[in-house]
């Protein structure tokens, strides 16, 4: 009996090895050969790369996003663990696979002890976590990064819902360890991705209602000690994650996103050609595009479920004995894809021809689900705005119910559902050689990107200073390149992260279009870089954000499978060759200026001040040179040369016969020499929009270096005022803050539909003894 038990004991184990090897080779996340990804990983890795340059606890990233402190959204458990090896000296690539298989180990922890709770012996138990962490949810949505773990940690989080659920008789010690286990996780949850972590709610949410519904005997320590625990937990989790990342949430998405990206059930039901090698083996599989189908790869190359779906269905079906946690399983997998087909149902929907975009009219599908009010309304489900991820709540329903069923089967017929396994692990596995090819390319670039791109930078870039990437843009390059450098970029990545830094920049930076670079950024830069603002500007010439997923551009990108370079092909995703070419005049116009200095390197142009213009003296010459063509008084509508040069932030564009301001506006003078010594007062034309008896408008003028010097009015009426400001004697160029606190649109004034806020129309500007 000894060695029966012996032999069983090794058996398990070298199934539960075989089982982990495959589930970090199929997910990519094997340390110092393959990465999972680039594009993700970089922007991870630029957080763990952050951490491990600040303190041990460190959770903020300080390089970029600059100056607001950046946190995580999603990922953060992910991230902190990376920043350990980095700290011993380990490269990016491999601290990411490192972290990566350490999270996806747990996972498949997770999913072994849910199916040894739903009844099954240790080796099904085995086989059934392999699957799960086979999924092409899981692996798929390894360029996801974080995604992908929190989706493979679901079997984790609900297996600790149901051992809450267990705990009400245990002894005290024993349960306050499950509710410190359960407390944990559910952090952990929230900060590694908030889908999985809404599924986590859903799921724990159906046990406890089957389990009250159909237990006597313990409702009422159900509702006495799970309730409350559940509550702690997820509330706990909650307001732990909205203070670190400092709001409760962003602007919703538009219902035509959440149909753009939810589930069509044609995708479910078969597979994208060119992804699995047995379903390309057969024949049963579609070629998918971003120009034929609505949202992008990640919709119809994570969701097929068909043969999970199938064995879970046939297995409740064939069930005699339904316990009640066979009923909430299916309750759970039915929720899922309900949520997972969004506000409409599709069925192999394909955009109308001409059409361009990813997102979908309500028109365009078959008939609404009736979910809109749910995405619309409800918190947490509101900010789910790829609803086909909802998916993974129906796989686990599925795979829930193979594992009871195998179960409740006799010995003889394990090795039935042993054969069972394998063959759902085969009907999900990928192209083992062209994915592994993939991943060990991505592990490549990492070292590449490092060789092309951060070691010219460091060698002409100082540690510490401030770096400003034109054109800005979703700037995952910022986020890697920025603590590898020891400098503070404001660019981030992530159009949340943007979102929340940009609020933060000085005026100057705010002034730059998100994804435009042109002639019309020379004086942008020359001005940001004379007012301190910034010490560098980089001048990429490459993707900032597609380049961070196929280093340099799919062209040029070498060892990836056909598969994965489709996915990546995009009209804007150019070559640094195209970039330089398009940049080419707009860099030629920076040279040409007698302020700056232009270094062009193959994949990047560095801009900065001119040595003699560098200090703080040699700033303000320059400021006094670029202004002497000022001469007064300025007619601030006709001399549009004049005005450009004077007016900074919040000014609209010049009209026939109004210079209009925003709420605050800012604007730069040069001072008379004769003012200089002696003092003077500028003197401000304008009128004030709307201003009336019933609604006087009052308008604040004041030096921004000096905000004591100030000067204000109030107008009752739209004709034309002025007000003076008090020049001090000394004063060479002085910048001057306009405020008008009750500055509105006439949309909201119901005068027209013009939504622009305005608040004065300059006139014309004078100097005055």
Same mark, same amino acid.
């Given at each position: 009996m000894r060695n029966v038990i012996?032999?069983?004991?090794?058996?398990?184990?070298?199934?539960?090895?075989?089982?982990?090897?495959?589930?970090?080779f199929v997910n990519g996340a094997v340390p110092f050969i393959a990465t999972p990804t680039l594009g993700q990983a970089a922007s991870m890795m630029g957080y763990a790369q952050a951490f491990a340059n600040q303190h041990w606890y460190s959770v903020y990233g300080h390089a970029f996003g600059y100056p607001v402190p950046a946190a995580l959204a999603t990922g953060l458990p992910l991230a902190w663990a990376a920043a350990w090896p980095i700290r011993f000296g380990t490269g990016a690539a491999d601290a990411y696979s490192l972290a990566v298989a350490l999270w996806l180990t747990v996972g498949y922890a997770g999913a072994y002890r849910l199916t040894r709770m739903l009844g099954a012996r240790e080796c099904i138990a085995v086989l059934s976590a392999t699957v799960w962490m086979s999924l092409p949810m899981v692996w798929a949505h390894q360029g996801y990064s974080s995604l992908g773990l929190g989706l493979g940690m679901l079997p984790l989080y609900v297996s600790s819902s149901l051992a809450i659920l267990d705990a009400g008789a245990l002894p005290l010690l024993a349960r306050s360890r499950r509710v410190a286990w359960f407390i944990a996780l559910c952090t952990v949850a929230i900060f590694m991705d908030g889908y999985s972590f809404m599924m986590f709610v859903t799921a724990a949410s159906v046990l406890f209602v089957f389990r009250t519904m159909t237990n006597d005997g313990s409702r009422a320590r159900l509702v006495g000690f799970a309730a409350p625990v559940y509550a702690a937990g997820f509330i706990a989790a909650f307001l732990v994650y909205t203070r670190y990342v400092g709001r409760t949430g962003f602007e919703p998405s538009p219902l035509d996103f959440f149909r753009g990206w939810s589930l069509d059930l044609a995708f479910a039901a078969m597979p994208t050609s060119g992804e699995f090698w047995l379903w390309d083996l057969l024949g049963w599989a579609r070629a998918r595009s971003e120009a034929l189908y609505f949202g992008d790869a990640s919709v119809w190359t994570t969701t097929f479920a068909l043969p999970l779906a199938a064995a879970g269905l046939y297995c409740m079906i064939s069930m005699r004995a339904r316990p009640p946690r066979t009923w909430a399983m299916l309750a759970i997998a039915l929720f899922g894809l309900y949520m997972a087909l969004g506000p409409t149902i599709k069925i192999d929907s394909v955009k109308p021809d001409g059409m361009a975009g990813p997102l979908m009219s309500a028109h365009q599908g078959l008939m609404p689900t009736g979910s809109a009010i749910l995405s619309e309304h409800v918190p947490g489900l509101k900010s789910m705005r790829a609803p086909y991820r909802w998916e993974a709540l129906f796989l686990l329903g599925m795979w829930g119910l193979v594992a009871m069923k195998a179960a409740s089967s006799t010995c003889p017929r394990a090795w039935q559902w042993g054969a069972l396994y394998l063959l759902l692990i085969a009907m999900g596995a990928p192209h %083992?050689?062209?994915?592994?090819g993939d991943y060990k390319a991505f592990h490549r670039d990492f070292s590449t990107i490092d060789r092309d791109v951060v070691l010219p930078l460091a060698a002409r870039v100082a540690p510490g200073s401030r770096v400003f990437f034109v054109p800005y843009t979703n700037d995952v390059m910022a986020n890697y390149l920025s603590p590898k450098l020891r400098v503070v970029s404001y660019n981030i990545g992530g159009d949340k992260q943007i979102e929340i830094a940009r609020g933060a920049w000085p005026t100057g930076l705010?002034?730059?279009?998100?994804?435009?670079?042109?002639?019309?950024?020379? %004086?942008?830069?020359?001005?940001?870089?004379?007012?301190?603002?910034?010490?560098?500007?980089?001048? %990429?010439?490459?993707?900032?954000?597609?380049?961070?997923h196929m280093w340099p551009c799919v062209a040029e990108a070498r060892g990836f499978s056909k598969f994965t370079l489709d996915i990546y092909r995009r009209a804007d995703f150019l070559c640094p060759d195209q970039i330089r070419a398009k940049d080419a005049a707009t860099v030629a116009a920076l040279s040409g200026d007698e302020f700056l200095d232009v270094d062009?390197? %193959?994949?990047?142009?560095?801009?900065?001040?001119?040595?003699k213009y560098s200090d703080a003296a040699g700033r303000e010459r320059a400021r006094l040179r670029i202004l002497s063509d000022v001469t007064f008084p300025i007619d601030i509508v006709r001399d549009e040369k004049a005005a450009g040069l004077v007016l900074g932030e919040g000014w609209y564009p010049p009209e026939p016969f109004n210079r209009w301001s925003q709420a605050k506006s800012v604007l730069t003078l040069p001072v008379p020499p004769s003012c200089v010594e002696n003092g003077c007062k500028a003197v401000f034309r304008f009128a004030a929009f709307s201003a009336s008896a019933p609604r006087p408008v009052t308008v604040l003028l004041s030096m921004a270096n000096r905000p004591a010097v100030a000067s204000s009015a109030t107008m009752v009426d739209e004709g034309e005022h002025e007000l003076a400001l008090v020049i001090p004697k000394g004063e060479r160029v002085v910048t001057v803050n306009v405020a008008v606190p009750a500055a509105t649109s006439p949309s909201a004034l119901g005068v027209s539909v013009d939504a622009r806020v305005l608040g004065i129309s300059l006139k014309r500007i004078d100097f005055q003894p």
């Open positions: 012996a032999r069983h004991a090794i058996a398990v184990t070298v199934l539960s090895i075989a089982g982990l090897l495959w589930t970090l %083992p050689l062209a994915l592994w705010r002034q730059f279009d998100m994804n435009r670079f042109d002639a019309t950024d020379v %004086p942008r830069i020359r001005s940001a870089l004379l007012e301190g603002d910034v010490d560098v500007v980089i001048v %990429p010439y490459f993707n900032s954000l597609w380049a961070a062009s390197q %193959p994949l990047f142009a560095l801009i900065t001040l001119k040595r």
